[in-house]
């Protein structure tokens, strides 16, 4: 990821690495926010579907943002001042997918401790 963000969006390496590590921050604090909803406002399964949801159109904007002509960026070329548009596309999507993953992950672990039966010995 960060080579991508250097190389093909023409990030300064320092740069990069900082945005890098803001992104994975929020990707390990936005559980929190799934956490809350899944628990006190909508439920484990209505997270798990709105979530995946946003999650997909995140990767689906971000494949976008490397499909479409317009918006492409192109390796090994320095990008122009006109690149900051698809610099922002990009994070809004890469945000997005933060978001998404936030809601799917803590609801998604708590599905094997239901596979268990409470009432059996043997699978306690």
């Known amino acids: 990821m960060g080579l991508y963000l250097k190389n093909i969006l023409g990030y300064q390496a320092d740069t990069a690495s900082q945005l890098l590590q803001v992104w994975k921050a929020t990707v390990y604090l936005t559980p929190l926010i799934g956490a809350y909803l899944a628990d006190a406002v909508m439920g484990r399964f209505w997270v798990i579907l709105v979530f995946s ?20 960026p192109l390796a090994g070329i320095t990008p122009p001042v006109g690149m900051s548009a698809t610099r922002d596309i ?3 999507f890469m945000y997005l997918t933060a978001l998404g993953s936030g809601g799917i992950k803590p609801c998604v672990s708590s599905f094997g401790g239901d596979q268990f039966k409470e009432d059996s010995p043997r699978e306690r």
């Not at 949801?53 to 492409?72: E, F, Q, R």
Request: avoid cysteine; charged fraction near 5%.
């Open 90 to 92: 990009f994070w809004a």
């Open 53 to 72: 949801i946003v999650y997909m159109l995140g990767m689906l904007g971000i494949t976008l943002v490397n499909l479409i002509p317009a918006l492409k």
